[in-house]
């Protein structure tokens, strides 16, 4: 199917795992990114990528690493996992102007 | 860094009236101000932009207005109905640098 997607829509993990959030466009649209969304802060930018290969940091990025292989795919991976890591992660994919989100991903970390 | 700033947080209206959301760049090379509804348990979804070169747009029951010198742009609903309770987000990009990395205001939780 067309669109974006996220995976997977719900994660529990322990402190100190590593976790990595799935996202995939079937666009080719250039530009992605990652955002979590939690009560009273909206959607802050953890990482963003302008195409393949180049990624660069957004509002609240520590704790995070990204990788850009291929167009279609932006992973987002959390090294060690902590409490305040618990949120709902979207993805977005944009070709010009407008951004598309994922249906996000909701991530507990116990 | 870039920041946007929306205001209020929460608002309710009684159906049928006006609603308006305020926003403030941060970020003079911004050019770019979509707003976003999202529904309870969903994503966000685009309902309204407007470019830097355009002072106002409407969309049927929706317009957004920009004011560059005073970095402002404000969302107004007219003739509210329940199907429009939702949280709106404004955001603010600069899509001539090349990043277009897109900075979102905190959210206004419209009740209706």
Redesign the interface.
């Known amino acids: 199917d067309a669109g974006i997607t996220q995976s997977p829509r719900y994660k529990i993990t322990e402190t100190g795992r590593q976790v990595t959030l799935m996202c995939h466009q079937t666009w080719s649209h250039s530009y992605m990114f990652w955002y979590r969304q939690d009560l009273g802060h909206g959607l802050r930018l953890i990482y963003y990528s302008a195409a393949a290969d180049i990624t660069d940091k957004g509002e609240v990025p520590d704790g995070y690493v990204v990788s850009r292989s291929k167009t279609e795919n932006f992973p987002l991976t959390l090294e060690s996992a902590t409490r305040s890591q618990t949120s709902v992660y979207f993805c977005a994919s944009s070709g010009w102007t407008e951004a598309f989100f994922g249906q996000g991903t909701r991530l507990t970390v116990v | 860094?870039e920041n946007v700033e929306?205001h209020p947080?929460t608002l309710s209206v009684q159906e049928g009236d006006s609603a308006v959301i305020k926003c403030t760049y941060s970020d003079s090379a911004s050019n770019?101000f979509?707003w976003y509804k999202q529904e309870l348990g969903?994503?966000?979804?685009?309902i309204i932009?407007i470019r830097s070169n355009v002072g106002e747009k409407k969309d049927q029951r929706i317009a957004v207005t920009l004011n560059k010198t005073a970095k402002h742009f404000s969302l107004h609903i007219t003739e509210t109905q329940p199907e429009d309770s939702a949280v709106y987000?404004c955001a603010a990009s600069d899509?001539a640098s090349?990043?277009?990395?897109?900075?979102?205001?905190?959210?206004t939780r419209l009740k209706v």
Do not use: E
């Not at chain 2, 969903?42 to 685009?46: A, H, S």
């Not at chain 2, 090349?98 to 959210?107: A, C, L, N, R």
């Open positions: 860094g929306q947080s770019y979509p969903k994503r966000p979804q685009l932009d987000f899509t090349g990043t277009y990395k897109y900075i979102f205001g905190t959210g």
